[in-house]
């Protein structure tokens, strides 16, 4: 059997499994949702609402504390691979963490964007089972320097690029721990009415969407300043 075929029968398992639930969150009117004044860059409403949590989003299996660990603000991002605003994203985003020590990145994947997000997400966290949150986000960054299609063979080779076993991401990848991580994952984002991708959870309110760099540090300096996203 082809090393990916494991991946990809466990995709397609997975894609029938949870299609309501991703076609519930694509359904949704995110024009509903704007509980804060907040913008995006070019002067349109951020969908947004207040979210309830149960536990920490960070000790959930499969997320991962990318960068500033003792940062102050914690920002949770839920990410498909394949979204072309979560590239765009992932950019400003590291400049910010590199420039705001007190911003706490936590990556939450995200993959609902079909049968290759779900492959290339099954590599993603067999990355965040097996190597460390610095070689995580460095599979995250380099996985969105490139363009194009994003499945399970490119997200190996990516893998593999940062010193990691290919065969040993393979048999982890195909583990049911990484399926149920995965149903966890889309739960959970369901459950928080997270309806686009990228998403964002800062100081218990949803942002839905990425409104561009300036707008974002801008709400994660507010939850610095006076702990919510509109000082």
């Given at each position: 059997m082809n090393k990916l075929t494991g991946l990809l029968l466990c995709a397609l398992t997975l894609a029938a499994s949870w299609a309501g639930a991703a076609a519930?969150?694509?359904?949704?009117?995110?024009?509903?949702?704007?509980?804060?004044?907040?913008?995006?860059?070019?002067?349109?409403?951020?969908?947004?609402?207040?979210?309830?949590?149960?536990?920490?989003?960070?000790?959930?299996?499969?997320?991962?504390?990318?960068?500033?660990?003792e940062g102050k603000t914690t920002l949770y991002e839920f990410y498909d691979l394949n979204c072309p605003y979560c590239r765009a994203a992932a950019t400003d985003i590291a400049a910010m963490v590199e420039h705001d020590q007190d911003l706490r990145l936590v990556l939450v994947p995200f993959p609902i964007l079909g049968i290759p997000s779900i492959m290339a997400s099954r590599v993603e966290l067999a990355v965040a089972k097996l190597g460390t949150p610095k070689q995580f986000y460095d599979f995250h960054r380099k996985i969105y320097a490139q363009r194009g299609v994003v499945d399970g063979a490119r997200a190996l080779a990516v893998a593999r690029g940062l010193g990691l076993d290919e065969k040993v991401l393979t048999k982890a990848g195909n583990g049911d721990d990484i399926s149920e991580i995965m149903r966890n994952h889309v739960s959970l984002g369901d459950a928080l009415g997270l309806a686009a991708t990228p998403s964002f959870v800062i100081d218990g309110v949803a942002l839905l969407g990425y409104p561009g760099r300036e707008r974002l540090q801008a709400i994660v300096d507010a939850a610095g300043a006076c702990g919510k996203v509109v000082c």
């Open positions: 519930q969150q694509s359904n949704r009117p995110p024009e509903l949702a704007s509980e804060y004044p907040l913008t995006n860059e070019d002067g349109s409403a951020l969908p947004n609402h207040t979210v309830k949590l149960i536990g920490p989003i960070d000790r959930l299996p499969g997320v991962v504390v990318a960068a500033n660990p």
